[in-house]
């Protein structure tokens, strides 16, 4: 049942600006005095400016101070409090209130009008259309009223295009304009221009608001990018025209395909947003989205509609959205990534399940692989890099909006302490000063391949800032990246997609690969940016010692990379150098470009390659990498890697 007609005043409004709201509704049914009428705003309403972490509360004394709510009908007197929200878990609701208002005189009849103020409130900086939550005496209303936020002018331009194609075979490419908060804008462009970066035409006359689609075919092997610029209609915000992110146009493809391997939206205990899937796909241009509520949300009926909705998003070889869930606890926080279309729920019903050994046990090891993150945050007691449970964790996550979790250094732009509030007062978090990062996980023996995902909290996934997957795999299906993903063929950028291949005699990032002491070692380097490389490094590390060392670092500009453009600029790099092997190692790929995007700087960091003279214990097949090509899982990489290497032209 629900009230009879609602209206909001007004219908929709700016992002991120001063507003003041009615919502008028007209009920359905009688409520006496001690009865009450309670509502619960879009949670994105409670987040203090651009971080879901900090909240504010409504308040109903200061009639002139913020957020203040009034709730009035010529029927009755209220009196308002504030309440939380239970999950079907039974756990409180994160960051949001229900705003309970309890009729202490007078009585509300069918007909009766309530009006329900916002006044001095902030809109919040989402674009979108979110549900008001409506109770009538306890009872939960559907058909509830929505508030309607609209974008702001436009900021920034992407062009984005997939990382790989056939000569002749035709692909998307999407032109999207954003405001400051990552919101498809509003502001109107024409006469736009789509050429090829030494300037052949590709299309003339575009025109549109918001973004744009078009499909293209490139028949020159090699590496391209695609320019546009346009004539905005409008005073926008933006500076320059849009580059595309590099595509090498190969007969055998083999991506990377991109991913945002972490994700939340309002299904989180603490998230917001209301369809991150189509945000995923249209905006962010991404060919694959692991979104993952908490599961202090979860009942068996939230799990089935979140199976539901990951399905229904999931269009394989377009679009694979795979199915994913968080568990967090004192002994980390991880995620769970499943197969297929179903999983299991992992059971932390008990407390005496809450440790990662006991709850992880009931999964699949074949349809299940599980992921620590931001692994080295100051937030109490970790247990992480354990080896019995290295059969369920092939992977961490290196960096998300959190920070960087590469080694300790807290004055770093990307640690903790700054990366997700970035120039804000309020501090979330810090570097703890222990042996938990991903550098002495591989200094302990853990084969740990490395991946990037937002932690976005907003259902906004694939945001250019705060993280993202790049997979080699043969095709854009769940099955094909979850295998690819478990055998570390994979390498994490702060956001932005750039292209990067390295490898160790044929080998590729992920690899466990054998030599005899005295044998060289060829170390391949190539690298598509999308601007202007800054540097380029090698790190190493002897197992069984605790000094990295620094094998190759090409720094591409004699001043400061971030802060000065040098003569030359290079978007493109190759390196081929030799080494001989002398004892077990670890090696990994790091580099970044010059520009920074918001003031975050752009890096990629790739799984690591491990040398070493004999067959390590475990992951089988991988470890036979160099000695039975033929017979591994994961062959067809190197194979479409030297395709791919023996008709490249020179990119433009």
Known sequence: MAALQYSVQPASMPVDEQTEVEITAVLDRRVDAGGSIAFALPVVWYC?????????????????????????????????????????????KGHIQKIVATVEQGTLRAGSVVRVGLHNFRAPWLAEQGEVRVWINDEELTDTPRLTTLPARARRLRVIVPSARKPGEAFHVRIVSLDPFWNRSCSVFRNGVLRFADGEVVERDIGFTGSYATRVAIDRPGVHRLHFCADPCEDTLIADDALSNPIRITDAPCGPFWGDVHSHDKMHNCGAGEDPFTYAREVSGLDFVCVAPDFKAFSQEVWQAHMDRTNAANDPERFTAILSYEVGFKTGHHNVYCRGSAGRMADTSDPSLWHVDKWVEPLDEKENFVVPHHVAIDWGPHERYYPERDKWIPLVELYSNHGLSEMYAPEHILAYEFNRTRGKAQKYAASEERRVYVRDAWAQGRRYGVIAGSDDHMGQPGKPVKGCTGVWAQANTREALFDNLRARHCYATTGERILVDFRINGAPMGSELIAQPGETLTFVIEIHGTDEIAFVELAGLKLGEDAWERVFYDRLHETDPFHERGAAARYDYEKTLEKTFEADAVYYLRMAQRKTIDDYPVFAWTSPIWVTASRWRGSGEAAAWRTNEGSCPWSWCARAWRASRGTRSRPT
Do not use: E, N
């Open 48 to 92: 203090q400016r651009y971080c879901v972490t900090f909240t504010k509360k409504p308040q109903f004394t200061d009639p002139h101070a913020p957020d203040y709510v009034s709730v009035t009908s010529p029927d009755a007197r209220f009196a308002l409090s504030l309440t939380s929200i239970l999950l079907p878990s039974g756990r409180a």
